[in-house]
C-alpha cells in the first residue's frame, strides 16, 4: 500500500468514497494526488470551500501525513511536497505579515490554494455531469445496420471530333506509305541483287549469260531494269574481290559470268580486273 | 387481439416509438417475437408493424419485411443518393481513337477489316473499351466463313461528337481541305461514305439471341 | 434562399426524403455540407434538416446535432428498451475520468497543466487511454519551453456525450463565471473559454508530421 501515483491502470471501478468515512486510510490507497487528499480533507470540514480555512485544512495534511510516517507508509514525493509547502503556509499564516512586496502574502498563498481546491472539485463535479448525460451507445444508440455511403467510381471517356479525324486520316495516310514501300522491295537493293548472285554463280561452273541468270528469276518484266543495273553492279563488287569472273564480247553483248577458276596468287594488285577481256 | 383497441392512444403512439427505436438500433432485422418480447405483453407488434409499415411507405426509410423479419432500409429508389456516381473522365488511347474512326468510317465492320486498315493487329482490350463507352455497338454477323461479328457506332457517339449523321463525317476532300491528309496521297485512297443504318447488310446477319 | 420557396410541395418532400435515406443510412453524423452535395443545387438543406428535425421530435428515433453535423439517434427515454442489447461501455478509472473533464473544459491543454489542475503527477496510460477512446486527441504543440503537445476533444467526444458543440459541455458558464477555467492562479484578465477547433490558437504549432 502507499500513496503514490496514480496506477497505471486507467480503466477501473471507481473506489466507494464517503466524506464521512472515518478512516483515511481508504484514501491513502486513492489515485487522487496531494490536491485530492486535501479535498477530501476540506469535505470532512462540511463547508463551502470558499469559506474553508486553509490553515485549519493544512494542519488536518500535516497530521495525516505524520500519521502516514508512524505507519511507515511509502509516500510518495508529491504528497511530501505539499506537506512541505502547507508547514510553509501554516508558518506564514501565523506569523505577522512581512514587508517583502515580491512575495505573496500567505492570505493570497491561501487564497490560491483555495482556489486549486475549487478548480478541482468544479472538474471532479464535470466529469461526473458529463458520464451522467446520456450516453452514445449506452442511453442512445446509433444506426444498428449503416448503409454504406460510398461513391461508386465510373469511367467517362472523352474524346473529340478533331482528335478523332486526325487519328483516322493519320492512319490512313500510314497504311498508304506502307503500301508505297512495298513496292520500294522491287527495285533490288544492292545487297539483294549480291545474295542472288551469289547464289546463282554456285549452281553453274561455265560461263553464263547474266541476263538467263536473272531471267529465270524474273517473275515481272518491270523488275528487269533494276535486277540488271543491281547485279552488274554487284557482280563487278565481286569480280573485285575475286569471287567471279565477267566476260562481254562486245558493247551491248550479252554479259557472262561464272565463278573464278583459279585461286589469284597473294595479293595482286589488278586483282580488280581479272575476269575482263578474257575470251 | 381485443385488448389493442382498448390501449390509449398515447400507449399505442409510445409502443410505435418504441418498435421504432428497437428497429433503428438494431444491427439485424428483428423477427417480431423478440420485439414482442422487450414491449409490454398486451402488445400486438404486428399491427403496430404493419401501421409502422404504412407510416413509412411514402418516406426516404421504409420498414421491409426480410426473411419474416423486420428492418428498416432506405427507399429504393434513393439508392442513387447512398451511392452517387463520381465521373472519372478519361482520355482514349491512341489504338482505341484510331480502332473508334475505323468503325466510325468503314461500318460495318469486322476487326479483321479493322485490322487490315490499320495495318497492325489489334489487342481485345481496344474493342471492349469502345464498346463500354458506348459508341460502337455490335451490329450482327458477316455472312462470311467465320461468322464474323460486325461492329458499327451508335446513337451516343454521334451525340458525344456532335454529328448529325454519321454521313456527316468529312470525306476525302473535305479532309484534305482541313490539312488532316496530305495534299499528296495516293488518288486510290478511298474513304468511304459511312452508314450507321440500324438495318443489317445483304451481307449481315442478326447476331445471336444471347449476344444483344 | 429566394428559390426554395418556389419549389413545389412535392419536391420538398422528396428533398426531405433524401435526407432522410442519407441520414438514415449512416451511423455518422452528417455535415451539411455533405448532404447538399448529394441533393439538387437549390436546396436549403438546414430549413429542411430543422422540417426533419421537428418531424421526428417526438419519436422514437430523433434527429440531433452534432459537432455542426446531424445524425439520426434513439430517443433517450427508451434506453431502457435497448440498454439490454448494449455492450456496456467499459468504465473510466476516476483518474481517466477527472482527466477527460480537465481536457474538455480547459483545451488546448498540455499535459503540465492538466497536472497543475488535478494536483497529481498522471501515469502515462491515463492520456494513452483517453486517445484510445478516441475522445480527445493530440491537437498541437503549444510555444513555449519544450514545445509540449496540447489535447483537446474531438467529434466523437460531442457525439458520444451528445454536445453539439463544447460550448454546451455541462455547466460551462458557471465555471467561466467563477473563473474556474484558468490555468494559472492567479486568474488572468482574460476568461479562457475551451475550444475543440480545428484551428490552432496563437500559442500552439502544429504536430510533428509522424505525430498525426
Known amino acids: ?279 | 387481439m381485443n385488448n389493442v383497441t382498448s390501449l390509449s392512444p398515447e400507449d399505442r403512439r409510445q409502443h410505435l416509438r418504441m418498435l421504432e427505436a428497437l428497429l433503428f438500433a438494431s444491427a439485424e432485422p428483428l423477427s417480431e417475437a423478440f420485439m414482442a418480447e422487450r414491449l409490454p405483453s398486451d402488445v400486438d407488434v404486428g399491427s403496430l408493424l404493419r401501421e409502422l409499415q404504412s407510416a413509412y411507405a411514402g418516406r426516404g426509410v421504409n420498414l421491409v419485411r426480410v426473411a419474416e423479419k423486420w428492418a428498416f432500409r432506405t427507399a429504393e429508389d434513393l439508392s442513387f443518393l447512398l451511392a452517387p456516381e463520381a465521373v472519372e473522365p478519361r482520355r482514349l488511347s491512341r489504338a482505341a481513337l484510331e480502332t473508334l474512326a475505323v468503325v466510325a468510317y468503314h461500318q460495318p465492320v469486322t476487326r479483321a477489316e479493322i485490322e487490315e486498315i490499320r495495318g497492325v493487329s489489334m489487342s481485345k482490350g481496344v474493342l471492349d473499351v469502345l464498346l463500354e463507352t458506348g459508341w460502337i455497338r455490335m451490329r450482327g454477323r458477316r455472312r462470311s466463313p467465320g461468322r464474323p461479328v460486325t461492329y458499327g457506332t451508335t446513337e451516343a457517339f454521334l451525340d458525344h461528337f456532335g454529328l448529325e449523321a454519321v454521313g456527316d463525317l468529312p470525306g476525302l476532300e473535305e479532309l484534305k481541305g482541313a490539312g488532316l491528309l496530305d495534299i499528296n496521297v495516293p488518288a486510290d485512297l478511298a474513304i468511304p461514305v459511312p452508314s450507321d443504318s440500324a438495318d443489317l447488310r445483304g451481307d449481315e446477319d442478326p447476331l445471336d439471341e444471347d449476344e444483344r
Open chain 1, 1 to 279: 500500500m502507499g500513496v503514490g501515483e496514480e496506477e497505471d491502470a486507467a480503466w477501473g471501478a471507481e473506489p466507494e468514497r464517503s466524506a464521512a468515512d472515518p478512516t483515511l486510510l481508504v484514501d491513502v490507497d486513492g489515485f487522487e494526488g496531494p490536491l485530492g487528499l486535501l479535498l477530501e480533507l476540506a469535505r470532512t470540514q462540511k463547508v463551502d470551500l470558499t469559506k474553508i480555512s486553509i490553515l485549519a485544512l493544512s494542519e488536518q495534511y500535516l497530521r495525516f501525513i505524520e500519521e502516514a510516517r508512524r505507519l511507515r507508509l511509502e509516500i510518495a514525493a508529491d504528497y511530501l511536497v505539499m506537506a512541505a509547502w502547507l508547514a510553509y503556509l501554516k508558518s506564514k499564516l501565523l506569523l505577522p505579515a512581512g514587508d517583502d512586496p515580491e512575495e505573496p502574502s500567505a492570505e493570497e498563498m491561501a487564497a490560491a490554494l483555495a482556489f486549486r481546491l475549487r478548480r478541482l472539485e468544479a472538474m471532479r463535479d464535470a466529469a461526473a455531469r458529463l458520464m451522467n448525460r446520456d450516453r452514445l451507445g449506452r442511453d442512445v444508440f446509433a444506426r444498428g445496420m449503416p448503409e454504406a455511403l460510398d461513391t461508386v467510381r465510373r469511367t467517362e471517356y472523352e474524346a473529340d471530333l478533331y482528335e478523332l479525324l486526325s487519328a483516322y486520316a493519320i492512319q490512313r495516310q500510314r497504311t498508304c506509305v506502307r503500301r508505297v514501300s512495298v513496292r520500294q522491295r522491287d527495285v533490288w537493293s544492292l545487297e539483294e541483287a549480291r545474295q542472288v548472285l551469289a547464289r546463282l554463280v554456285g549452281m553453274a561452273d561455265d560461263w553464263t549469260s547474266l541476263q538467263e541468270y536473272l531471267v529465270a528469276y524474273l517473275a515481272r518484266p518491270e523488275e528487269r531494269a533494276t535486277a540488271i543495273a543491281s547485279t552488274f553492279s554487284a557482280s563487278l563488287e565481286m569480280v573485285r574481290e575475286g569471287k567471279v569472273e565477267l566476260r562481254q564480247a562486245d558493247a551491248f553483248a550479252p554479259l557472262y559470268v561464272r565463278r573464278r577458276q583459279t585461286p589469284r596468287q597473294g595479293d595482286e594488285p589488278g586483282a580488280d580486273t581479272p575476269g575482263k577481256g578474257k575470251p
